[in-house]
């Protein structure tokens, strides 16, 4: 029973040894995990130019997520050690083992119970406050990285508007010149001889009569000269073209108007994730703009989901107690004139919803990829 009772002390005292070897080097990692997230976020936004803020978040986030884990880690291994220590207290309250017995071989195995329980406590406490801070970095971090989304879709519908201007300043300057060469061509009037050869005013002459026209033409004063004839006619044809012409102007100027009264709210199809694109909607979390989502298309339910959640109408982050830092107008507001920034585009109730076509998602797709 001696022999055996020993035994099972020396593999207890074997195990808690074991788990205070895995605490150091737990603790090690953490440090390593803390000091190079601390590092990033000092850094960002110049340790690397060609960085883009995005690309920064997901390095702290991958540093934050291996310190989290080693955290838990350590906590799993606090458990052990006081499970362990329960055993041995289990067997001196059983009388199986002499306080003072336990006291002499805890000294020569090393292991000190107050000061690891003391060292657990704190390293707990200390890796806690890191976390809470490092988590206020990272939620700003997230800020900065929506600016710089949104700065960069500014950019690129900027970009899109001014595709579509050369291609409609392309299409009038087709239509113009179509006209002008209408205009050329009935202005140009022909020769007397070939509307004398196309509509004669002689009647009919035999081409075996070698008459003179003089003797052939009658005296007939109701019947108009070729001159006057050619020049009614020009004129006839100059007036025709020039309504045409005012006409069609008036045509082009009442399309171009109702393009901008009517503005259409391009969504995607519901669930929809565009494959470029590394931007989340603030509604359902899927990758496109906010003002694209397909499963939140009504307004008043994307203004009730924002106040529910307790997020900004301006800028749609989350940031409660602190007035918006931003300044952003509405887009569609500003086309119609109104200067107004007490709203997001996709919290704008001019628009008309209207969803992609897959050939107008491809455009699209294929336009961030080059980008």
Known sequence: MSSFKWTLFDETIRSIQQVIKEARGIEERLKEQHHARSMILATRGGHSPKESKYETMMKVLKHQW????ELNNYRENYKKYKENMQKIDNLIRLNVFHPQEVDREFKSAEIHDRINRKNYKEEMEVNGDHQKRALREIQLL????????????????????????????????????????????CSQPKPVEELIEEKPLLGNVHSSKKNSVSDTIPTDTNIPSATTFTTTTTTNISATTTAATVTNEKKCSGNIERG???????LVPPNYSKPQCHTRCIFCTKHHLSNECGNYQDV?????????????????????????????KCSFCCKQGVQDNSHHAALCLRPLNKTMTESELQQQNSMMKHQ
Request: aromatic share 8%.
């Open 142 to 185: 997230q800020e900065e990285v929506e600016d710089e989304r949104e700065k960069e879709e500014n950019v690129s519908a900027w970009e899109q508007a001014q595709v579509w201007a050369k291609k409609i300043i392309a299409k009038l300057e087709t239509l113009e010149k179509t006209i002008a060469d209408k205009d050329n061509s």
């Open 260 to 266: 901008q009264e009517t503005q259409y709210r391009m």
């Open 66 to 69: 291996e310190f989290e884990t």
């Open 300 to 328: 008043e339910e994307r203004r009730k989901f924002i106040e529910e959640k307790g997020r900004c109408n301006t800028c749609l982050n989350y940031h409660p107690g602190t007035p918006c830092r931003k300044n952003t």
